[in-house]
């Protein structure tokens, strides 16, 4: 079975009609998900306790997209 990690992480923007953090140093690590729908309702979660912040952003980011199984590794990858 393929594992489909998700990563969920958030914080305060520069302009809420931008994808730009105020603060890297400050963004909020919600954690890594197994797969979507627990995702979603950890970002959900986040979203909705910041709702009254309109400089606030949750994002889902598709870990398993960063990858290619498929290709060679390099050699760091291979000592795991």
């Keep these: 079975m393929t594992q489909r990690l998700h ?3 958030g914080g305060e923007l520069v302009d809420p009609s931008k ?5 890297v140093d400050d963004i909020h690590i919600v ?6 729908n627990s ?8 979203a909705q306790r910041t709702v009254d912040n309109a400089h606030t952003r949750y994002y889902i ?10 290709a060679e590794v ?5 000592l795991g």
């Design 7 to 9: 990563l969920v992480f």
């Design 19 to 23: 994808n730009v953090f105020k603060d």
């Design 31 to 36: 954690g890594m998900f197994p797969d979507y």
């Design 39 to 46: 995702a979603y309702d950890a970002w959900k979660s986040e």
């Design 61 to 70: 980011a598709h870990i398993h997209r960063l990858r290619d199984e498929e």
């Design 74 to 78: 390099s050699p760091t990858e291979e």
